[in-house]
């Protein structure tokens, strides 16, 4: 059966635009692997790769379409011009220099590719299962990725602390999708979300008639969950009572239905979440001590988005893949754009970045986002406006359509301007150049000699109107 494998083949023979390739690659946080051009058809004939991409000095273009046409599940790049072929599957060049634009469109290609060719195989085993929020290369989130696959293989409980929105039940989802408790459920609670008097009934189930409205027994989260993960997200809003039947659970591993007298063993795997100090909470007596000591066996933190700066371009790139693969569309960002976006401050964290990517998609559905571009509060870098050149005739053009428009009230003296052509004809060049004066005139005066409200007033540009008066010589004074 064919299996898919995350990593990119560098085919080709060693050298330096190889080894170059591949130390840009290995940034962006791929993984590479080098192969002789000899040993390619036996590599891949059972595995289809993130890319295939081809040197131009390991094959000629006869080739080179001879490869494509025995993997046509497998997209190809090409490093060098290698000519133009027409296999559906090689998806493009890789020009010289490299650049991050060029080479990260490129592999959202592979991926689009390989997400429309996809066949139901299974995955390989070296295949990373990660989620958006721990995509980095930053040092606290590779210590996040160790800690994860460290703990996963035991049963320890874990708190995994951090500000909202960075990403905490990705972390629990990822230590219970590696652990040996994969195939069983994983339960997410949110113990602030939930009503205080009834909270002990969604965790431990009732009984029927064990309170008014309890009109059959049901099971509560940890049964639900057994043989799995229970993620108890903000642990710190959980009261002071439920606190002291939760350490009993943990210590014990047996509880009580509401309404109930039968001990119920449980198997489950306790991961908690909070993004509050409970240490502090501790010493306000807002929180058990030995309840926090049960729990806080593993703790694993979460970095701020603010405190992982250098990884927004990697997160945006897997926001917007993630994104395009929903089917609501495609937005790229520019590179001023993703400077600014690292000087943001980031209080919502990944959160508040995958909101905005959401956001920009629907405002530039398979557009490229430019600085100027972003809302206002996204803006640290200061870049003028991008304005399009406009030749004088056309400016003249613009003034005259917008003068005699419907939406630009006017009056026109009509001792000056006759309504119909005289005989001996009229001097058209000198007339209408009277005529756009007095209009300008009558915007300025209207708008208290304020030039953008008075270019506003005539339907042009500001800086058009400044051009303008500088040519008759005006001034709005």
């Keep these: 059966m064919m299996q898919t494998d995350q990593r990119i083949l560098l085919v080709g023979n060693q050298s330096e635009r190889i080894n170059r390739l591949s130390c840009v690659f290995e940034f962006l946080g791929e993984q590479v692997e080098l192969l002789a051009v000899d040993k390619l058809e036996a590599r891949i004939s059972n595995t289809r790769f993130r890319a295939l991409v081809i040197a131009q000095e390991s094959q000629s273009k006869e080739l080179l379409l001879s490869i494509a046409a025995k993997l046509p599940w497998q997209p190809i790049l090409l490093l060098g011009e290698l000519g133009e072929g027409n296999a559906s599957n090689i998806l493009g060049h890789i020009e010289e220099p490299l650049n991050y634009p060029q080479l990260t469109e490129l592999l959202h290609f592979c991926q689009v590719y390989v997400q429309a060719k996809r066949p139901d195989v ?235 990517v959401e956001r920009l998609t629907i405002l530039y559905p398979g557009g490229l986002v430019d600085v100027n571009d972003l809302p206002i509060k996204y803006r640290h870098i200061d870049v003028p406006e991008y304005q399009v050149q406009v030749s004088e005739e056309e400016l003249e053009r613009d003034a005259l359509a917008s003068i005699f428009s419907d939406e630009v009230q006017v009056d026109i003296p009509e001792s000056r301007f006759p309504s119909e052509l005289p005989p001996e004809g009229v001097n058209l060049k000198d007339l209408l150049a009277e005529l756009e004066i007095d209009m300008i005139r009558q915007a300025l005066d209207q708008q208290d000699n304020v030039v953008a409200r008075a270019a506003e007033m005539l339907g042009i540009r500001r800086t058009t109107l400044v051009e303008k008066m500088r040519k008759y010589g005006m001034s709005k004074d």
């Design 122 to 356: 299974p995955t390989s085993g070296n295949q990373t299962k990660l989620f958006r929020s721990l995509v980095g290369r930053s040092d606290g989130i590779a210590q996040v990725r160790h800690l994860i696959n460290q703990v996963a293989t035991s049963d320890a409980t874990v708190l995994v602390l951090g500000q909202s929105g960075t990403g905490k039940e990705v972390v629990a989802r990822n230590i219970h999708y590696i652990s040996e408790r994969r195939d069983g459920p994983f339960i997410p609670v949110n113990c602030g979300a939930i009503p205080a008097e009834l909270l002990e009934s969604e965790l431990f189930g009732h009984e029927k008639g064990s309170f008014t409205g309890a009109i059959s027994a049901r099971k509560g989260r940890f049964e639900l969950a057994e043989g799995g993960t229970l993620f108890l997200d903000e642990i710190g809003d959980m009261p002071l009572q439920m606190q002291v039947k939760l350490l009993r659970v943990l210590q014990e591993r047996v509880f009580e239905r509401v309404g109930g007298s039968k001990a119920i063993k449980t198997d489950v795997r306790v991961i908690a979440a909070t993004h509050r100090e409970l240490e502090t909470m501790i010493a306000d007596g807002e929180f058990r001590e030995d309840l926090f000591y049960r729990l806080n066996v593993f703790p694993v933190e979460m970095p701020a988005l603010c405190e992982r700066k250098d990884d927004i371009p990697l997160l945006l790139q897997e926001l917007v893949s993630r994104v395009y693969n929903e089917g609501r569309g495609k937005v790229r960002f520019t590179q001023r754009a993703i400077e600014s976006l690292k000087e943001h401050s980031w209080s919502g964290n990944v959160r508040e970045l995958s909101n905005l």
